[in-house]
Nanobody, 116 residues
């Protein structure tokens, strides 16, 4: 049984910070890299951070230096620390595996809104 529960979103002013949390469980995540994604209105979902089991992380240029991903593999939790937020970071944020097949499920996501 796959579980993905994101939380921590909210409304924040530009330049502010938020910390997102994800609780995940399910065999398909065992020993796998995890990631945070986001989807803004009218746009495709994009990956904004990933972390391997060994702790190697990666970010696209759009968030590099501002976002920090971490995980507690034993607890099945994933965190995204977001700093210096910009209006263009406004989106629904999701956690999931690094690779997600079309038939695999997503959580409900958590809304992040950054105001000017």
């Amino acid at each position: 049984q796959v579980q993905l529960v994101e939380s921590g979103g909210g409304l924040v002013q530009a330049g502010g910070s938020l910390t997102l949390s994800c609780v995940y469980s399910g065999m398909r995540f065992s020993g796998k890299a995890m990631a945070w994604y986001r989807q803004a209105p009218g746009k495709q979902r994009e990956r904004v951070a990933f972390i391997t089991v060994s702790g190697i992380t990666g970010y696209p240029d759009s968030v590099k230096g501002r976002f920090n991903i971490s995980r507690d593999t034993a607890e099945g939790t994933l965190t995204l620390q977001m700093n210096s937020l910009k209006p263009e970071d406004t989106a629904v944020y999701y956690c999931n595996g690094f690779t997600v097949e079309a038939y695999e499920s997503w959580g409900q996501g958590t809304q992040v809104t950054v105001s000017t």
